[in-house]
């Protein structure tokens, strides 16, 4: 199972939106609503920012939304805040032997 | 306040064993699928292995399968990750996460623990 394909890096000036894409196949991100988003800061442990494609838990800013069509799933984040500097990861369960698959993650720089 | 902290990590050679626990609070331990996910230092986040609020079913990545063993004991709000035969591309941060329900598929992982770095090495 090969990791889902995310950009290396992304960057915005504070204000601005940006977006993450994620592209999978049609055995993980094409056939599943089991797609989430992570936010990761250095030295620190992944934080859920999305849940099933578009859902934000409790507790996450608003700024956050995501979306998908076909094997793309995207993270958009609006509004950008130098707090949001880091990296983000997708993932998806997968019909494969392995059931879960993260993407190759993208580090997002604040201008 | 749900709170996962993992320990166990620490320097083994290849081919050793080292297990690895995962102490749960915050939250009916044994009402919820658990989670290892695994980062080697500087790399990406890789999945490797899930277990039911029950025990009743496991799951596996391929790189692993074979050699680790996940288990829980609810008594002791405690998950663990058993790993033998160890290479050094085991080397990485250890994070054990919550699932969101009771099952380990179809599912996401919220919160982490802090991770336990393990370093295969001679």
């Known amino acids: 199972q090969s990791a889902l394909t995310q950009p290396a890096s992304v960057s915005g000036s504070p204000g601005q939106s940006i977006t993450i894409s994620c592209t999978g196949t049609s055995s993980d991100v094409g056939s599943y609503k089991y797609v989430s988003w992570y936010q990761q800061h250095p030295g620190k442990a992944p934080k859920l920012m999305i849940y099933?494609?578009?859902n934000r838990p409790s507790g996450v800013s608003n700024r956050f939304s995501g979306s998908k069509s076909g094997n793309t799933a995207s993270l958009t984040i609006s509004g950008l805040q130098a707090e949001d500097e880091a990296d983000y990861y997708c993932s998806s369960y997968t019909s494969s032997s392995t059931p879960y698959v993260f993407g190759t993650g993208t580090k997002v720089t604040v201008l | 306040e749900v709170q996962l902290v993992e320990s166990g990590g620490g320097l083994v050679q290849p081919g050793g064993s080292l297990r690895l626990s995962c102490a749960a609070s915050?939250?009916?331990?044994?009402?919820?699928?658990m989670h290892w996910v695994r980062q080697a230092p500087g790399k990406g986040l890789e999945w490797i292995s899930g277990?039911?609020?029950?025990?009743?079913?496991?799951g596996y990545a391929d790189s692993v399968k074979g050699r680790f063993t996940i288990s829980r004991d609810d008594a002791k709000n405690s998950l663990y990750l058993q790993m033998n035969s160890l290479r050094v591309e085991d080397t990485a941060f250890y994070y054990c996460a919550k699932d969101a329900d009771g099952d380990w598929w179809w599912s996401w992982f919220d919160p982490w623990g802090q991770g336990t770095l393990v370093t295969v090495s001679s």
């Open positions: 099933e494609v578009s």
């Open positions: 277990i039911s609020w029950n025990s009743g079913s496991i």
């Open positions: 915050g939250f009916t331990f044994d009402d919820y699928a």
